[in-house]
């Protein structure tokens, strides 16, 4: 079975450029959460959606969007990019919400971006 | 706000030797905690979970961990390392609000033949 899979795997943008990065989640898993994990950091939560909903939000700014698609794809917009975005960006996706989801998180390889 | 303390930041073992990871969380209610294990290259793979009962938790490839609820710890063990486990470890937090982990900052652990 196909794991978590997120495209692209690498890119390089500017600052104030816009990016999208998608995710596909493990067939059957209706949650997709979204982290970003700076060097040297652990992965920060941004967002998670659960059948086309907004469940969380973690404390990034408006520049950070998602959504959720009817086939539970997922995307991840940045705007206006800075230089500290430059991060490697993870989904991951789960059954359920809540505490029994978060229990069977599982991630993508992630899609690295850097902003110069 | 809930946070995470991996005190350890990079360990050096060599194969054969014990493996303890240190892992306090700052949060005073109920929590589910988490080991999760990233290889070179590779996705990020849970390695063990606490929700509830026995406080020693056993998870994949020999790892295990105790939580410590007066303590606020939740350490990772393996009795033997081996030269694959090198890779960095994280811990983490869940206190409730969707599927929202709080991780540590994470420890690399280099196996060394």
């Known amino acids: 079975d196909a794991g978590v899979t997120q495209s692209p795997t690498h890119l390089i943008k500017t600052r104030g450029q816009h990016v999208t990065l998608r995710c596909s989640p493990i067939s059957g898993h209706k949650s997709v959460s979204w982290y970003q994990q700076v060097l040297g950091q652990g992965p920060q939560f941004i967002f998670q959606?659960?059948?086309?909903?907004?469940?969380g939000r973690g404390n990034f700014p408006d520049r950070f969007s998602a959504r959720q698609f009817p086939n539970y794809s997922s995307e991840l917009n940045v705007n206006a990019l800075l230089l500290g975005d430059s991060a490697l960006y993870l989904c991951?996706?789960?059954?359920?919400?809540?505490?029994?989801?978060?229990?069977?998180?599982?991630f993508g390889e992630g899609s690295r971006l850097t902003v110069l | 706000a809930q946070s995470v303390s991996q005190h350890n930041h990079h360990v050096i073992l060599s194969e054969a030797a014990s493996l303890e990871l240190g892992c306090n969380y700052s949060y005073g209610g109920t929590v589910n905690l988490f080991w999760y294990v990233q290889y070179p290259g590779q996705h990020l793979q849970l390695l063990l979970k606490y929700f509830s009962g026995d406080p020693l938790v056993k998870g994949i490839k020999g790892f295990e961990a105790e939580f410590i609820k007066s303590k606020f710890s939740f350490n990772l063990r393996k009795p033997s390392v081996q030269w694959s486990d090198t890779a960095e470890y994280f811990c983490a937090v869940y206190t409730g609000g969707g599927n929202k982990l709080t991780f540590g900052t994470g420890t690399q652990l280099k196996v060394e033949l």
């Open positions: 991951a996706s789960s059954l359920a919400s809540g505490r029994a989801g978060v229990g069977e998180l599982f």
């Open positions: 959606y659960y059948e086309k909903e907004e469940r």
